[in-house]
């Protein structure tokens, strides 16, 4: 068996503190001798695996996409019929996992970079294409009038949660479930 090195482990400390960071700070107002302290490790280490801080924040939105995308995948595995995967993934959207405060944070600050990263604003519209396509396939087979209207409003409701969730001091990830799942029968109430 292989043997693990130290920059898999290094990388993926830095990553969590990036994460930690832009919680803590509430922004993109970070440095790379911060998450470098925090991670445990020199700037230059930081520096080395990743280059600048850009890539480092880049390297954490990958990250918190890809946390989100197995919490969906694994929900979306159990659920039986277009109903149950509509519901995993709004459930998966606000599940501990992808719904911690660091998390949040990070998630509403990716949105900002977006706006001046190609790279990150390139994430963003993946994130939104899967997000889209696993809802209008689900709502389509549950007989919505307009499934593409209601995955898009499902979605910034979603995003709206979040940024209103960034703003409290304890995101609560049942209580934004219950708007999403309640927006989501106002939805489907003229569906067959």
């Given at each position: ?16 503190a990036a994460i930690a960071e832009i919680g803590a700070a509430g922004s ?76 949040v944070a990070a998630w509403v600050n990716f949105y900002l970079l977006a ?23 689900a709502l389509r087979q549950l007989g919505a009038q307009d499934p593409l ?44």
């Amino acid at each position: 068996m292989p043997k693990l090195g130290m920059e898999p482990v290094r990388r993926a400390a830095l990553i969590d503190a990036a994460i930690a960071e832009i919680g803590a700070a509430g922004s993109l107002d970070v440095t790379v001798g911060g998450i470098a302290r925090r991670a445990g490790v020199s700037s230059g280490l930081a520096h080395h695996y990743f280059g600048g801080k850009d890539d480092i924040l880049l390297a954490a939105m990958r990250h918190v996409l890809k946390v989100y995308s197995e919490e969906v995948r694994s929900r979306l595995v159990a659920a039986s019929g277009p109903a149950a995967r509509v519901e995993a993934v709004i459930r998966a959207s606000f599940a501990p996992s992808n719904f911690q405060p660091d998390t949040v944070a990070a998630w509403v600050n990716f949105y900002l970079l977006a706006l001046s990263s190609e790279d990150a604003a390139r994430l963003l519209r993946v994130y939104r294409r899967r997000l889209r396509s696993n809802l209008v396939h689900a709502l389509r087979q549950l007989g919505a009038q307009d499934p593409l209207g209601s995955a898009i409003r499902i979605g910034a409701l979603i995003d709206g949660l979040y940024l209103r969730h960034s703003l409290a001091d304890t995101p609560d990830g049942a209580a934004a479930t219950r708007a999403a799942l309640s927006a989501l029968a106002l939805e489907l109430k003229g569906a067959a």
